[in-house]
């Protein structure tokens, strides 16, 4: 706790105990990661009014790309729960929700009804991230960077949910730039499929029937 850890890889010169180094972000990453990193909290408040509050967080990877979410739950969900999770995590997503960071002392804010996961050890002050939109949507302890209202997100699209192990599942999506650009591959690979059928892609699937 309290300890901030970085990760590099020298690619030029030496660096020797002492020296100052001087750390740059690149903002567009920065803004992906952050898309990426207040996604997993709609998805997870999308999955417990969805499926049920038995859901909770087992596990996440946030990358500036791709998104990645474990969750409790007992069996596979299926194709139309999972459109109703995607549907309003959108939804919420269009309606620019605020995305507000405070600090609270961890109990109290359990008390408060936050949401902490992982198993991790918190220091007793806790960073907290609240999404809402007059009542409050989600709710947890978190130390990550956030964009400062859902609507920076841009949309979100699932890309698949499967079991990892017994009761824990994982969804991957994409968030922002990383989800428009899915659609148009997608786009892209059903009209060259359609060419390569001979037919139109709205009948592609007859087609191949």
């Keep these: 706790p309290g300890l901030i850890v970085q990760f590099g890889e020298v690619t030029e010169g030496t660096v020797r105990l002492g020296d100052t180094v001087s750390g740059y972000v690149h903002p567009v990453r920065r ?6 990193h207040t996604a ?3 998805v997870h408040a999308a999955l417990r009014q969805v499926l049920g ?11 500036p790309d791709r998104l990645r979410f474990d969750f409790t739950h007992p069996k ?4 139309d729960e999972m459109e109703l999770v995607q549907r309003l995590v959108n939804e919420k997503i269009r309606a620019n929700a605020r995305v507000q960071s405070t600090e609270d002392d961890y109990t109290h804010a359990i008390e408060r009804g936050a949401l ?5 050890k918190y220091e007793q002050k806790v960073r907290l991230v609240e999404i809402a939109n007059g009542a409050t949507f989600s709710f947890e302890v978190c130390g990550g960077t956030h964009v400062k209202a859902t609507g920076e997100i841009g949309t979100v699209y699932v890309l698949t949910e ?3 192990g017994s009761g824990i ?28 059928l001979e037919t139109s892609a709205a009948d592609v699937e007859e087609r191949v029937s």
């Design 31 to 36: 803004e992906d990661t952050a898309s990426n």
């Design 40 to 42: 997993p909290h709609l």
């Design 53 to 63: 509050t038995h859901v909770r967080q087992a596990g996440s990877h946030v990358a």
């Design 76 to 79: 596979a969900v299926d194709r």
């Design 116 to 120: 902490a996961f992982f198993g991790d």
């Design 162 to 164: 499967q079991s990892i």
């Design 169 to 196: 599942r994982r969804l991957e999506a994409v968030s922002g730039r990383a989800a428009e650009r899915t659609v148009w591959d997608r786009f892209g690979r059903e009209e060259r499929v359609a060419r390569a």
